[in-house]
């Protein structure tokens, strides 16, 4: 019976995410499926819990720049995520440096106009 490209699995030898899509050959088995689904709702939920704070009153009277506000995030990222798990500050730290890119994005197409 020959087999179909739906039912093709990687192999057992892949143990982290970087090996699977340095080395992987494009397929997830269900399990590495739910465990990149599951990774993907941590970072959601966190940019959610971390970006909807509200700002200190410092920060709420200082006019700053996006490029001053993306500086500061990793530490609220990672503040907010503290004394949760290990698990948790490697998710915050992703989160952070997705925000960081959109950010790197949006200046190359506007790098005069945000940061007045």
Do not use: C
């Not at 088995?29 to 465990?35: G, I, P």
């Not at 990149?36 to 920060?59: G, N, P, W």
């Amino acid at each position: 019976m020959a087999q179909d490209s739906f039912a093709h699995t990687p192999s057992d030898e892949i143990d982290s995410w970087s090996t699977l899509t340095r080395e992987g050959d494009g397929y997830l088995t269900q399990h590495q499926r739910k465990a990149f689904e599951h990774a993907i709702t941590l970072v959601k939920q966190r940019l959610d819990d971390t970006l909807q704070q509200k700002s200190t009153v410092k920060e709420a009277k200082t006019a700053t720049s996006l490029v001053n506000y993306i500086d500061t995030l990793e530490d609220r990222f990672l503040n907010d995520a503290n004394h949760v798990s290990d698990m948790e500050q490697e998710v915050a730290l992703t989160a952070a440096r997705l925000v960081e890119k959109v950010a790197q994005i949006i200046l190359e197409h506007h790098p005069s106009g945000l940061s007045k």
